[in-house]
């Protein structure tokens, strides 16, 4: 897993530790250890999505979700690559870092690696399991595979794009409900994602 670079690889290990009282950074000793990859993934074997992120207590409540479908836009940037790797770049300069890091994972799927790293659970942020919940999904529908992630951000690549406005729009909400931050403020309306959707083979998600 690509996870950027030595600014990200702490964001990454601060998130990880904590809530850990055995680890540096993290709670005071006698504190309930969080729970492991195996119960993580468990519990995500429950739930369904993108329906049950409202179980979250820290979900946006639908009635707070007001981005606009608008219209579908007449011309669609990005082409076949999309936003790409950022989590490999610099956002300021959009230049390759010189280094980055990659963690090797013991994950039988890409979808899993939230739970090893105890991803989420902040602001709008989900918590891991609704993460590999709703990853474990696309993937099942569009072979979406989770390439690189940093400590507000996940890169993902897809395989196969939704063929028609009718399902670009249906995923289109659905990354909405998972991640508002991709339309409040990335591109403004339903519409606009949706018509990304149908063209691009990288998705881009962002939590502040």
Request: some cysteine; overall charge negative; hydrophobic content about 40%.
């Amino acid at each position: 897993m690509i996870v950027g670079n030595d600014e990200d690889l702490r964001a990454i290990a601060d998130q990880f530790s904590i809530d850990d009282p055995t680890l540096p950074g993290g709670p005071a000793p006698g504190t309930p250890p969080p729970p492991s990859p195996a119960e993580i993934l468990k519990t995500a074997e429950g739930l369904h999505m993108p329906q049950d992120l409202s179980k979250w207590s820290g979900a946006v409540a639908e009635e707070d979700l007001r981005a606009p479908e608008s219209v579908w836009p007449a011309n669609v940037s990005g082409g076949d690559d999309g936003t790409g790797l950022t989590v490999a770049t610099d956002v300021l300069t959009n230049k390759p870092y010189e280094r980055v890091h990659i963690l090797l994972i013991p994950a039988r799927h890409g979808w899993e690696v939230p739970a090893y790293l105890r991803y989420g659970n902040w602001n709008a942020c989900p918590p891991a399991e609704y993460h590999v919940a709703m990853l474990r999904d696309w993937h099942a529908r569009y072979g979406a595979e989770l390439v690189g992630l940093n400590g507000d951000t996940m890169n993902v690549q897809v395989a196969r794009q939704p063929r028609d406005r009718a399902a670009a729009l249906a995923l289109a909400r659905e990354q909405y409900r998972y991640c508002p931050d991709v339309i409040e403020q990335g591109v403004e309306s339903v519409s606009a994602l949706a018509a990304g959707l149908m063209h691009e083979k990288w998705w881009f998600f962002w939590w502040d």
